[in-house]
């Protein structure tokens, strides 16, 4: 996460000193850019910390490979790999320390044995729906002092934000 976010404050920089120019108010711009970077990352680390409890060793890759497995039940590595953005290598790696503590479950296609489907093992379901939970507490905490207006509007430009990804 460290190297991601020198990359994007280098890019920033770089992309804010090209259009900034003698203009004030792409300078202030770039200010507001510079301080939802730093909101973001703080943000990023608190929900880090928060959502996984030291009872339970998993990473932050794997509870998110966790909650995909949750939602969408069973899935290929590929698949996987292509909904978390990143590499089938990368995602076999979360997966076997996942499979390595009795979290997930590698199962053989009954029709075509050349494919393998990845679900939760039923030990998992407990852990994950007690992250999920936490994790839900915490964005109400978070939320309380917005009001449902605020709330909706900070929820759509998350989501305009989420689209460019």
């Avoid at 966790?66 to 990143?86: E, F, G, N, P, Y």
């Avoid at 978070?142 to 989501?159: S, Y």
């Amino acid at each position: 996460m460290l190297f991601i976010n020198i990359n994007y404050n280098i890019f920033i920089n770089s992309v804010v000193t090209l259009k900034i120019g003698d203009d004030v108010n792409d300078m202030s711009r770039a200010s507001k850019l510079e301080e939802l970077d730093r909101v973001f990352s703080e943000m990023a680390r608190f929900f880090i910390s928060q959502w996984l409890v030291e009872e339970v060793e998993i990473s932050p890759k794997q509870f998110i490979l966790m909650r995909v497995l949750h939602q969408v039940k069973r899935s290929t590595v590929s698949d996987l790999a292509s909904i978390l953005r990143q590499s089938n290598s990368a995602t076999t790696i979360a997966l076997n320390r996942l499979v390595k503590a009795n979290l997930v479950d590698r199962v053989r296609d009954d029709v075509d044995r050349r494919v393998v489907w990845v679900t939760l093992a039923p030990k998992a379901i407990p852990v994950i729906e007690g992250l999920l939970a936490r994790r839900r507490l915490l964005v109400a905490n978070l939320t309380e002092k917005l009001t449902d207006e605020e709330l909706e509007q900070f929820t759509n430009c998350l989501e305009k934000m989420r689209q460019c990804l």
